[in-house]
């Protein structure tokens, strides 16, 4: 349920609804806009005479909410949502924003290298795994927190904010001085623990899409740390495996416009592990962000053959410089800035 508060409701008014949904059983979750307050109802609003909501002072209208995902859905924040970051970068709203960095932290040299090549380009994230889910148990596995503390210090030395994979609810503590945004892959969008527990941090979570998993599945995941109170997911299309084998997964461009109608959390698009290969990934980004990409997620190297993993799909420093001029001249297309 949808409660759309009047643009003059005072604070005891919106209170007195809060207090009304909390003795019917209703948990309310509250977000303002830049004119009106909206309360979302979560619980079972199925039975409740929304009659006894209108009739309360200050309250504009009241709406059942017909989709399973009641806080991830375009009602609850229909001006759309714009995460912040600590450096002032941003991910929503009209600015583009470019996160790129190794699949896996491997040395110093190679993360603060990568670091520069990611600032010089106008970038504001570094993303790198320490934790690596990996399909063999015999491939690299990640330098852990000791490669997660080189990343933050290389990030910090360039200004950028850190993204790294969580891939358990005992990393969540020890990874929060670390990064700046958690980010749950394909391998864990349905491991509803991690997610809850997540729902409880105050910082971002970047979710990608499970590896078959529909857009409805994909919400409803985002529903798990929503609920929890943390109102800052992204999320993130990743492609999904189909029986095409030409490219490692098969890049869903149609799911951004669909997801930007459907919810109003930023959409990311990674075509790297979208593609797996390399020469397709700067045109998939492309693609990506005329088709209403808030940010675009990449993997590069200054040795990309070399990589200790996903070197296939890896560009170099100079493959991903040439890429991100090409998305300016697109994002001015659209009237977007990046």
Sequence with gaps: MIVAMQENATEEQIYAVIETMEEVGVHAHRTTGESQTILAGVGATAELDVTTFEALSGVESVHRISVPYKLAGRAFRPQGTVVEFRNGATIG?????????????????????????????????????????????????????????????????????????????????????????????????????????LGKVEKPVLLKRGIAGTLEELLLSSEYILSGGNYNVILCERGIRTYEKATRNTMDISAIPVLKKLTHLPVVADPSHGTGRRELVAPMAKAAVAAGADATLVEIHPNADKAASDAAQTLYLDQFAKMV??????????????
Excluded: H
Excluded at 131 to 154: D, N
Excluded at 329 to 338: E, M, Q, S, T, Y
């Design 93 to 197: 709203g009209d600015k583009i924003a470019t996160i790129a960095g190794p699949c896996s932290i491997e040395n110093r040299d190679q993360i603060f290298t990568i670091a520069e090549a990611v600032k010089k380009a106008g970038g504001q994230f570094l993303r790198g795994g320490a934790f690596k889910p990996r399909s063999s148990p015999y491939a690299f596995q990640g330098m852990g927190i000791p490669g997660l503390e080189i990343m933050r210090e290389a990030a910090d030395a360039n200004g950028l904010c850190v993204i790294s994979e969580v891939m358990e609810i005992g990393q969540i503590e020890p990874m929060l001085p670390l990064v700046d945004c958690f980010q749950v892959g394909a391998r864990n969008t349905q491991n509803y623990n991690l997610l809850r527990e």
């Design 325 to 338: 001029e090409d998305l300016r001249l697109i994002a001015k297309a659209i009237g977007r800035d990046l």
